[in-house]
């Protein structure tokens, strides 16, 4: 290859992760909602300005939780609270809870 097909070889590489990314994230974010309603999350929380109250409104988990600290709550819950009523989510796949996290961390 030349040093200018390198270049642009490179430039295209480069347009077409500019392309592809943002559909990705729209997939988690995709994947994030249809799970917080199918494992019923607003019956507790209020997310987005709806649902119930029997947990702490979800609108601003993202400047109060670190993501670790939000995964950790989605895995255990009763690691922060023994008395926790809130199911834990570790029977979901990594990608699902990693979709949960990053869409609860931009909650802000
Ligand atoms: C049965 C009620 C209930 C359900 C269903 C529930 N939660 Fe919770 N959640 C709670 C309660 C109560 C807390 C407060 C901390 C505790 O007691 O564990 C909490 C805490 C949290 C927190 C930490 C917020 C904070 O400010 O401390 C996050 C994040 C969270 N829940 C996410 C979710 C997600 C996502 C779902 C759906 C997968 C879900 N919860 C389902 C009751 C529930």
Do not use: W, Y
Not at 18 to 36: F, G
Not at 52 to 77: F, H, R, T
Request: glycine residues 8%.
């Amino acid at each position: 290859m030349t040093k200018k097909s390198r270049i642009k070889a490179t430039l295209a590489a480069g347009l077409l992760g500019l392309l592809v990314l943002p559909s990705l994230a729209s997939a988690d974010e995709a994947t994030a909602r249809k799970l917080i309603n199918s494992l019923g999350c607003k019956g507790c929380h209020t997310i987005e300005g709806s649902g119930g109250s029997i947990g702490p409104n979800l609108d601003k988990v993202g400047s109060q939780m670190a993501p670790e600290a939000i995964k950790q709550q989605l895995l255990n819950p009763k690691a922060n609270n023994p008395n926790s009523i809130m199911p834990s989510q570790a029977h979901l796949s990594a990608d699902d809870i990693n979709a949960l996290v990053e869409f609860l961390s931009n909650l802000k």
